[in-house]
């Protein structure tokens, strides 16, 4: 009885030290993801609580583990000055393989990937924001970090300050 019962406790010690590691390594990551830890990233729950608190908009980066246009854009946008700079002026929001949302407005023209798209301070995701600069086909792929700057800068534009307090109080 005593040697099955010290079999066991080294057996669960072993299990709890394997979940821990994983769990360390997880943490490590952060929610960057490869895409920027210098970021400060939300998850989305919290994203929309902070963008509504804050009066932020809100960048919504959709991508997955396995797909290699956005393995492509990681290096490219962990590496951006710009889009590091400008993203102080958003909740960065980072959803990977099983947290994309089935909410059908996060994908306006279909579910490829990656994918980014803006939601305004209320969490309402504005289609009308677009890659100007890509293909009209899939208009929120981004392939590089020019493109996402000049996505990043359209948003700030529609979403922020005057004119979007002016767009609201129209509708």
């Not at 394997?18 to 998850?43: K, Q």
């Not at 995701?125 to 890659?131: A, D, G, L, M, T």
């Amino acid at each position: 009885m005593v040697c099955v019962s010290r079999d066991l406790a080294v057996l669960t010690a072993g299990v709890l030290l394997l979940v821990l590691g994983t769990f360390l390594v997880s943490a490590e990551e952060g929610l960057g993801r490869g895409f920027g830890d210098h970021i400060h990233w939300r998850t989305l729950e919290d994203g929309k609580l902070e963008a509504a608190n804050s009066g932020l908009p809100i960048l919504v980066l959709i991508h997955k583990t396995w797909c290699g246009a956005c393995k492509a854009l990681k290096p490219k946008f962990a590496e951006s000055k710009e889009i590091s700079e400008l993203s102080h002026n958003f909740v960065m929001v980072n959803i990977e393989d099983e947290e994309e949302p089935k909410d059908e407005a996060f994908s306006p023209d279909g579910g490829y990937i990656p994918r980014i798209v803006f939601l305004d301070p209320s969490g309402t995701v504005r289609p009308e924001i677009i890659n100007t600069g890509g293909n009209p086909s899939y208009k929120y792929f981004y392939s590089t970090a020019e493109h996402v700057v000049q996505g990043m800068k359209d948003a700030q534009e529609k979403l922020t300050g005057d004119s979007f307090r002016k767009r609201m109080d129209e509708l």
